[in-house]
């Protein structure tokens, strides 16, 4: 039997991919329908490139279909968070040691990920090194074969 993966979301991850899913459902799908309607009056089906990039596309729409329905089933929510160590859903200010470098990261699930928005997942380098510490603690961070250290400054 398959174990069943669990996917860490913070309330407004798992909204957004709500809202994602009901576009798809509601607006690309129909969107979709009606450009199939509009190529296939094109006349013959065999050489109509319109056509088959608006059944392409069906595809792509209907995959990420499901992909969200299974994510939002599978889905663990984070909504109470134990501020006083690191955890999924906190906001925590480090040092980087050697650079006297002060950065904030919202540490959510790797579906969240997005490091341009300094949201950093709990499985990525740092966020590993930091789950579970508190304030106060420096860890060592070990990434792409070399490490350095990180003081946690604050975790909100």
């Given at each position: 039997?398959?174990?069943?993966?669990?996917?860490?979301?913070?309330?407004s991850g798992y909204?957004?991919?709500?809202?994602?899913?009901?576009?798809?459902?509601?607006?690309?799908?129909?969107?979709?329908?009606?450009?199939?309607?509009?190529?296939?009056?094109?006349?013959?089906?065999?050489?109509?490139?319109?056509y088959d990039a608006a059944r392409d596309e069906q595809a792509k729409i209907e995959a990420r279909i499901q992909e969200l329905e299974y994510k939002?089933?599978?889905?663990?929510?984070?909504?109470?968070?134990?501020?006083?160590?690191?955890?999924?859903?906190?906001?925590?200010?480090?040092?980087?040691?050697?650079?006297?470098?002060?950065?904030?990261?919202?540490i959510v699930g790797s579906l969240e990920a997005d490091p341009f928005a300094n949201k950093i997942?709990?499985?990525?380098?740092?966020?590993?090194a930091i789950i579970g510490k508190k304030v106060g603690d420096v860890v060592s961070v070990n990434a792409n074969g070399s490490s350095y250290d990180v003081k946690i400054l604050a975790i909100a």
């Open positions: 039997m398959k174990k069943v993966e669990e996917i860490l979301l913070t309330a909204a957004e991919l709500e809202e994602e899913l009901n576009d798809l459902r509601v607006n690309k799908r129909a969107e979709n329908v009606q450009a199939i309607k509009e190529a296939r009056s094109h006349g013959d089906l065999s050489e109509n490139s319109e939002l089933e599978h889905a663990k929510i984070i909504d109470k968070i134990d501020k006083s160590k690191v955890n999924v859903g906190c906001e925590v200010t480090i040092l980087y040691v050697d650079d006297k470098e002060e950065e904030k990261y919202y997942s709990n499985e990525s380098p740092i966020g590993a």
